[in-house]
């Protein structure tokens, strides 16, 4: 008999991946998703869509019991928002219902994995070490901060239960929309950055991402762990435009512009937007985000836990998910 698995924001980028990934692992998949989700593409791998209301523990608890589910993957979040608030509410009053909901029915699940951020640690110096999963919180964007309280509420709350916290680092493959913005600016033949200071970037291909997030679901583990996770590897600022280059064998015009001259872009169009319900693609918080110095993680813990080798570094990463975007007509 085929292991139930409940997977949240399953019709997103990462959902897409994961939730293919689990239906060939032979997996009974079950997906939480909107009403106004676009299933299309998700729906060979699907067992049963939900659309439960995360805002009430008791229908959450008797969907729990009725399922029975042996793994949950809490990959749903909020990654934009107007307020603070907003966010918190769903990054962290979703997860902690959920959390609740799970281990409150009769059968609760064999592990609860969720899905945080390497942003809830934020950006270390430029010659510090990597980031550990002992590394203090400095979040810098309010993602960052939403996913570090809700890190910390799972601590106070749920240390004992069978949890596990998955930090990855940037991430990106066929379907992220985010990057890909980058890649388009790229194919219009035009390299940009924000000013000239080096930086140490770390990355993490989503089909790797998924493989580690079904790891953590059944690798023996006792109460709560945390990983971080990426594909082992730090790398320069400019790495993704030479993989493009190499790709397509396109030249780019490389141009620097200055911090100041961005940092006043990023006020202004937060400015424009504080009435619209959309964010703008640079505001200052993604800005700082953006040019911080040094996002390098250690994975020895991921490795030694869950046996997570991942398969793809940026090379090799990159050019599967390029062409991608060609092939599907995205530029």
């Known amino acids: 008999m085929k292991r139930k698995i409940l997977i949240t924001g399953a019709s997103g980028f990462v959902g897409f991946h994961l939730v293919s990934a ?43 019991s009725l399922e029975a589910y042996a793994y949950i993957i809490h990959a749903a979040a909020m990654t934009k928002a107007k307020s603070e608030a907003e966010m918190i509410a769903m990054n962290v009053g979703v997860t902690e219902r959920l ?52 890190e910390k509420m799972i601590r106070t709350k749920f240390i004992e239960k069978p949890v596990s916290i998955i930090r990855p680092t940037a991430v990106y493959g066929p379907r992220e929309k985010d990057l890909f913005i980058l890649f388009d600016t790229m194919n219009k033949g035009l390299d940009a950055y ?31 762990t945390i990983f971080n996770i990426s594909d082992g590897r730090i790398y320069s600022r400019y790495e993704m435009a030479e993989i493009f280059k190499k790709t397509f064998r396109k030249k780019l015009i490389r141009i620097h512009v200055p ?25 200052p918080e993604r800005l700082r985000e953006l040019t911080a110095e040094n996002w390098g993680c250690d994975i020895t813990h991921a490795k030694q836990r869950l046996g997570y080798q991942p398969q793809y570094d940026l090379d090799n990463g990159l050019v599967d998910s390029l062409l991608w975007y060609k092939k599907n007509n995205w530029f």
């Not at 809830?120 to 960052?144: F, N, S």
């Not at 961005?262 to 619209?276: D, E, G, P």
């Open 22 to 64: 689990a239906f060939e692992a032979g997996y009974e998949v079950h997906a939480a998703v909107r009403r106004s989700s676009q299933i299309a593409d998700i729906e060979p791998f699907v067992e049963k869509f939900l659309y439960p209301d995360f805002n009430q523990i008791s229908s959450l608890a008797a969907l729990f």
């Open 99 to 150: 959390l609740e909901a799970a281990f409150r029915a009769p059968q609760p699940p064999i592990r609860f994995v969720f899905v945080s951020s390497l942003a809830a640690i934020g950006p270390v110096g430029y010659l510090d070490e990597p980031i550990t999963e002992d590394t203090p919180y400095d979040p810098v964007t309010m993602y960052g901060r939403s996913k570090r309280d809700a």
């Open 194 to 224: 924000v000013g000239r200071a080096p930086q140490k970037l770390s990355f993490v291909y989503v089909k790797d991402l998924a493989d580690v997030l079904l790891r953590a679901c059944i690798s023996p583990q006792e109460g709560l």
């Open 259 to 283: 911090y100041a001259i961005v940092k006043t872009v990023a006020q202004i169009s937060q400015w424009l937007y504080r009435k619209s319900s959309q964010t703008p693609v640079i505001y």
